[in-house]
């Protein structure tokens, strides 16, 4: 089991910016690709951003392309997603994801935190 924490959520103006910082517990975070996908009212889940173990590949969404960083910390087992240039379409529940291999899919992945909302006026 891996138990996923999200936090850095809130609201924020249009242009601004926000880091989201996922705390992970559990089985060794190493073992473990890490993702953030995101939630809309009304929408399904959706892929934002992923990692690998190593940190050295690392892929996003054509909509948070240039604007998200994904990154990790695994002597602090915590991954996190920097998000610049904020819009009022990036307004979503956030949530981590872990999976010991993970594509941009939902199902790939194993284990889900909460989720932190991200709240973005215009």
């Known amino acids: 089991q891996v138990q996923l924490v999200e936090s850095g959520g809130g609201l924020v103006q249009a242009g601004g910016s926000l880091r989201l910082s996922c705390a992970a517990s559990?089985?060794?975070?190493?073992?473990?690709?890490m993702g953030w996908f995101r939630q809309a009212p009304g929408k399904e889940r959706e892929f934002v951003a992923r990692i690998t173990v190593s940190g050295l590949s690392r892929s996003y969404a054509d909509s948070v392309e240039g604007r998200f960083t994904i990154s990790r910390d695994n002597a602090k087992n915590t991954v996190y997603l920097q998000m610049n240039s904020l819009k009022p379409e990036d307004t979503a529940v956030y949530y981590c994801?872990?999976?010991?291999?993970?594509?941009?899919?939902?199902?790939?992945?194993?284990?889900w935190g909460q989720g932190t909302q991200v709240t973005v006026s215009s």
């Open positions: 559990g089985r060794t975070f190493t073992r473990y690709t």
């Open positions: 994801a872990a999976a010991t291999w993970g594509g941009t899919r939902v199902s790939e992945y194993d284990y």
